[in-house]
DNA sequence: CGTAACGTTGAAACCTGTCAAGTACGGTGG
DNA sequence: CCACCGTACTTGACAGGTTTCAACGTTACG
């Protein structure tokens, strides 16, 4: 099923038959979009939501000389811009990172949703909710952490990510992107991304080359960032609003 | 009556009047805490959500070693807590800052409203998003504004939600907070949140002294921190989910 | 009027940014 | 197959912003 991701790892076992089937019956289209490519444009009106089913997206905001900075990533079965549906307009722009498949959900039948189904409702309202527990979580990456800590983190957070969705093969996953991304995720300059890197292959924690990282270490990555993946609410740990 | 300032100046417009009334019934009881007083330990269970009334409350998560990151401010009116009744167990503790005053809403009531009103379901739903706006916005704060560009977004965004809420005279507005705490929001040390104040000060920008903050200059700030309130979501902006 | 919390200031250390140069790699066209 | 090119990555030296450490001033309050 084209939404077999959806909070995967996170609680989907509480979606019933009904909720999983009024789900896919939201998607009313699926659609492919290439590489570093505009989805989203920030203030513009958006009657659609977007099921991301393949490839890594992100949402950004640019400050006044045009340095963005990255303030979430998202990965296969993340429902990337749900909140444009209570929102309407958006306050960051939202790209794609490599190529894509996404699902197109428009609002109207999640306005029916709410209407209907009240508990995949609160399921819909949680998933937007993980997104601001992942918010939270890179404020106190950038307010407390020094470089290592903040590149450190970045890759506990998507190998935790990664591994709920079952991207993860001994240690290792594909993640294509670039040392610049990463600068503009971690508030860093690439250059000083590049000596980050280093040093945590150093270290023996962590490889980072061609767009595949290698955990090496993870308990060293872990406390280089006090990572602590409660905030990401995985199935592990006890849920609610079942 | 006492849910009047929710979502204040943010679409409390499009509350019908049995919104308000459900909304209203679902505060079982109002009660008060001293300040710097733990309301929500990261992690508790929690059944019931929180509607601040009257007072400052924070979110914030502490470093291995203690030190705070604040990650949210809330003002009355703020659904303090909201995203407890999808997520069950809080990632961060809740606090306050100065004597509160507020509402208890038991899940249980929150349960049949996302059963019985749509679309105040969605209202609440949207309110959770606009603290994942704030969330993002601080995000672009702290990775890629300086010193003096973050305490200033701080000062214009706590000047435009008191605003909204009409705690603002004359460009004046109480904010019982120290400069450890703006320090703990903007991932500073106090020192430094010093030197800021004073260099904010010299530049007739902003005074901040025994918990009054008055903007002098609102443009002077909003440059500095490139602060753009559409994050905001104020009702003069387009709002959705009606 | 003493005390504790908060605020203020200076000097030095440290981390990260900036600038600049050079390397490695993959794709393209001859 | 190789020369060329652009993009990404790598490294070094230096500049600059923020922290750290330490001392002192101020204010509120019992």
Redesign the interface.
Known sequence: MITDLFLRGRGRERMSVTDIQALEDSVEDVRTLGPRQLLVE??REVQNSTLLLEGLMC?Y?D??EG?R?I??FHVPGDFVDL???????L??DIGTLTPVRYGVVP?ARL?TV??SW?RL???L??S??L???M??????R????GAEGRVAHMFCELHARMAMIERVTDGSFTLPVTQVDIAEA??LTSVHVNRVLRSLRERNALTFKGGVARILDLKVLETLS?FDP??L?GSD?????G
Do not use: N, S
């Open positions: 920030r203030g949402r905001m400050d006044r340095h900075q303030v979430a909140h444009g549906f209570t929102m309407k307009r306050d960051h609002h306005t709410t209407e009240p409702t609160r399921l309202w949680f937007t909710l997104d601001a527990a918010h939270r979580e890179w404020i106190f950038l307010g407390r952490l971690c508030g006090e409660l905030y609410y740990v006890e849920l609610g609003a």
